[in-house]
């Protein structure tokens, strides 16, 4: 039901926008969220963006640099990624909160039901 796109390869201090296409009609009334898994490392939060995309949370490592946004007409959410650093190298998931109507702090893997299939993002230094 999710589809992540956008990840590839760049430099540090570069630039990536990630994708999440979902397919599914009541989309615009969940949570959405990011998160990413670095090679030998849990999945960690990266940010969440509530339905209606007017509040978003993200982590202390990211905030500052990513944005997260969405376009309830194309069903999609976005990560945008500026001033990237060897350290957010991972693979990058989306996800869609278990519950309706939830706000923007949802955090924990356990409040999201589905999750897209990844996509890899490398930052050179």
């Known amino acids: 039901q999710l589809q992540a796109s956008g990840g590839g390869l760049v430099q540090a201090g570069g630039s990536l926008r990630l994708s999440c296409a979902a397919f599914?009609?009541?989309?615009?009334?969940?949570?959405m969220g990011w998160f990413r898994q670095a090679p030998g490392k849990e999945r960690e939060f990266v940010g969440a963006?509530?339905?209606?995309?007017?509040?978003?949370d993200y982590a202390d490592s990211v905030k500052g640099r990513f944005t997260i946004f969405r376009d309830n007409a194309k069903n999609t959410v976005y990560l945008q990624m500026n001033s990237l650093k060897p350290e957010d190298t991972a693979v990058y998931y989306c996800?869609?909160?278990?519950?309706?109507?939830?706000?923007?702090?949802?955090?924990?893997?356990?409040?999201?039901?589905?999750w897209g299939q990844g996509t890899l993002v490398t930052v050179s230094s």
């Open positions: 996800a869609r909160d278990r519950n309706w109507n939830s706000g923007s702090y949802r955090r924990l893997s356990a409040e999201y039901v589905y």
């Open positions: 963006i509530n339905w209606s995309g007017g509040v978003a």
């Open positions: 599914e009609s009541a989309f615009s009334i969940y949570t």
